[in-house]
């Protein structure tokens, strides 16, 4: 594994972390606690330390099963979470950003996580209404001194959204989470030059184009009616397809899974800290692990020594 510095946080994080929606039962699959344990024993073995969950992933579920594992290692992970939603059912969410509610959500993932602090609280897909509000600054300021969390982040929600993004470290934010990969280039240019000249480390999510980077799909590739993708705009989806293919055929390596390099495709912009997958089984965490073979100049960011825990 390789790991690097989080922006101005300290926190050195695996270049490749473990992403947690589907832990909440919206893809498809119900967990176990023991399956969770399990796939996250397979993330620490490969040398991963950042899991990066939500107060929505289920009502607090993702986390509750998470928790179960940290209870027992929680030296070893850095924990992201998130506020900003309430979960009432399957794709269905409502809103909250007043800061009583902000300390409150926290509080119930602090109790699902089983851990009495984290180190990453991340404000969750926010409206410029929602994220411009001084007294919710001031709140998440004295939720930090307290020490209940050690840093905040902006996960956004339109990953071209330069003016959250420059309003960042007013708003205390040391990280963003952002959507960015080899299909969905928005931030680079004015959102990551913002980024940097900040030290905001950069969490990349949908590294995989929501698996259309998986190398599982070709350019007439179907997709079953309960699969979201099958509404998409039928267009968008072909052209994604196309572009996919276009990848494939001439971007990735002779013998290089594209999954793999998909999801070090990221890590090779010098803006990116560190991507965030999904994994349904640990095989898929392992894999993700790979990743680090397509990184272009790994001895550009060493490993941490000996520790790759909390800095």
């Not at 924990?79 to 902000?102: C, I, L, M």
Request: charged content about 25%; some cysteine; aromatic content about 8%.
């Amino acid at each position: 594994m390789i790991y690097r510095t989080l922006g101005s946080t300290g926190l050195t994080v695996s270049v490749v972390g473990v992403g947690t929606w589907q832990f909440g039962g919206e893809w498809g699959v119900d967990f176990t606690a023991a399956e969770v344990d399990r796939i996250l024993g397979a993330a620490r073995d490969e040398g991963m330390n950042l899991i990066d969950t939500a107060e929505c992933y289920g009502d607090h579920l993702s986390e509750s099963l998470i928790g179960e594992r940290l209870q027992h290692e929680r030296d070893a992970w850095i924990v992201a979470s998130k506020f900003g939603h309430h979960y009432h059912g399957y794709q269905n969410r409502t809103r909250e950003w007043t800061p009583s509610d902000v300390r409150t959500q926290l509080q119930d993932s602090l109790r699902a996580l089983r851990t009495d602090y984290l180190d990453l609280l991340q404000f969750h897909s926010p409206s410029d209404e929602e994220f411009f509000n001084e007294e919710l600054w001031d709140e998440l300021g004295s939720i930090r001194s307290e020490g209940l969390v050690r840093h905040i982040g902006l996960s956004v929600s339109k990953n071209t959204n330069l003016r959250q993004v420059e309003a960042a470290p007013r708003a205390h934010c040391e990280t963003l989470q952002i959507i960015y990969n080899r299909v969905d280039r928005g931030p680079e240019g004015a959102v990551f030059d913002a980024a940097r000249d900040a030290n905001i480390g950069v969490l990349a999510r949908v590294p995989l184009a929501s698996g259309f980077l998986t190398g599982k799909y070709g350019p007439d590739a179907t997709f079953p009616e309960n699969d979201w993708r099958s509404g998409m705009d039928p267009d968008k989806r072909a052209a994604i397809l196309a572009e996919v293919e276009e990848v494939r055929t001439r971007e990735v390596p002779d013998g290089a899974p594209m999954a793999e390099w998909a999801l070090a495709w990221p890590l090779n912009n010098p803006a990116v800290t560190s991507v965030i997958p999904g994994c349904k089984n640990e095989e898929q965490a392992r894999g993700n692990a790979r990743a680090v073979r397509w990184i272009a100049d790994p001895a550009a960011h060493p490993q941490a020594a000996q520790d790759p825990g909390r800095r």
